[in-house]
């Protein structure tokens, strides 16, 4: 279990990143839109949605290099 202290420093995190002109605006809504939500929920979708995005990205990887590949 997290300390009172570390939680301030993940907050601190949280706003550095937040604050960051650089950081894509889709990292920064969903930071944002997780920090008033159960932490418990917010968990349970980042699992889902690691999995799906992760896929997606692996299969559109894949056919990208594939088409890459046959024009070699």
Do not use: C
């Not at 968990?43 to 088409?67: C, V």
Request: charged share 25%.
């Amino acid at each position: 279990m997290r300390s009172g202290s570390d939680l301030m420093a993940i907050n601190e995190q949280i706003s550095w990143t937040l604050s960051r002109p650089a950081m894509s605006p889709w990292l920064k809504n969903a930071l944002k839109s997780a920090l008033d939500r159960n932490p418990i929920d917010v968990l349970n979708d980042l699992e889902i949605l690691d999995y799906l995005l992760r896929a997606q990205s692996d299969a559109r990887i894949r056919s990208t290099l594939g088409k890459y590949a046959s024009k070699l």
